[in-house]
C-alpha cells in the first residue's frame, strides 16, 4: 500500500487513498457506496464476485436481509459513472442470479515519491511486465480489504451522498394507474437529465405498496433523499400531491398539490413531472 496510490482501467484512474474516481485527468461525481463497490470488484478482475461476498465486504456489521436494492443501486450509480451498461457491458458484467464481474484490465498507480536530493529528481525504472501485473493485483485485493474495513473515505469527494429515489406514486382514486406510472418514470428521466444521482425505474417500481418505512427504503437504496407522491381525481380536476423527504429523519423537505384537468393527462404528466423534479433539484445538492 504504501508504494501504490490506487489502480487504473481503460480511461478512468483511482485515488483509493482520497476516495477519488477520475476520467483522463477530470473528477467523476461518485458516492461513498458505489466507490467501494468498484473497489471491491477491482480488486478481482476477471473473477465472479458473488451477491454475497459483496455483502460481506459493503455491509460486514449489517444483519438486515434485504440488501439487494441497495446494491442494485449503488451498481446504477457506479454504470451510470462510467458510461457502462448491463446489456453491453464494458466494466462491470452481470451474472444472472449470482454476482458480478469485472471485465476491464487493471492495473497499479505508483504513488509519487519525493525526489533524493542524492540522486535527483530521475524516476525510478518500471518494473518488468509480469512482475507489474502481479503487483498489480495484489495492491487493487489490499484496497478491497481496505474498504471492507472503513478505511476508505466515508464521504467521497467531500460530500454528503445526494441520491434520489422517486418511489413509485400512488393512485388513491383506483382509475389513474397508467398516469402514476408516467409521473414515476417521467420524474426520474427529467432529474437524471438535470445531473442528479437518481434511482432508476426498475429498481424503484419494487417498492410499490411495500409497507416499508423512508428510512428503511433510504437506506436499502443507498439515498439521502425520497420523492413519494399520490394521484386522487375529482370531479373536474386530477390533483397530484408530491413529497421531498429526507431519507434518514423522515422528515419533509418539500410538498406540494398540483392540480389538472383529467381530459389531457399527458399533459398533465409532463407539466406535473417538470415541474417536481425543477423543485427537487433546486433543493437537493448535485
Known sequence: MSGTSGFR????????????????????RLQELPFRLLVALAARPGELVTREELRKILWPTETYGDFAHRLGGALNRLRE???DSAEH?????????????????VSSVPAAAAPDPLLGNDPPPAPAPGRRLRV?????LALAVSAAAGRVPTSVEGEEPTGIAVLPFMDLSGADAALCD?????????????????IGRTSVMAYRASGKRVD??????????????????????????????????????????????????LALQSRVAREVAEAVLARVAR
Not at 483509493?16 to 485527468?25: I, N, P, T
Not at 407522491?229 to 373536474?236: E, L, T, Y
Open 136 to 140: 498489480a493485483s495484489a495492491i487493487v
Open 81 to 83: 459513472a462510467l458510461g
Open 216 to 265: 428503511e427504503i433510504g437506506r436499502e437504496l443507498g439515498v439521502s433523499y425520497l420523492v413519494e407522491g399520490s394521484v386522487r381525481r375529482g370531479a373536474s380536476t386530477v390533483r397530484v400531491t408530491v413529497r421531498l423527504l429526507d431519507a434518514r429523519t423522515q422528515a419533509p423537505v418539500w410538498s406540494a398539490s398540483l392540480d389538472g384537468a383529467p381530459a389531457d393527462p
Open 182 to 198: 408516467g409521473l414515476t418514470e417521467d420524474a426520474i428521466t427529467i432529474l437524471a437529465r438535470g445531473g442528479a444521482s437518481v
Open 9 to 28: 482501467f481503460g480511461d478512468f484512474e483511482v485515488d483509493v487513498a482520497d476516495g477519488v474516481l477520475r476520467r483522463r485527468g477530470y473528477r467523476v
Open 89 to 105: 457491458p464494458r466494466v462491470i458484467e452481470t451474472v444472472p442470479r449470482r454476482g458480478y464481474r469485472f471485465c476491464a484490465r
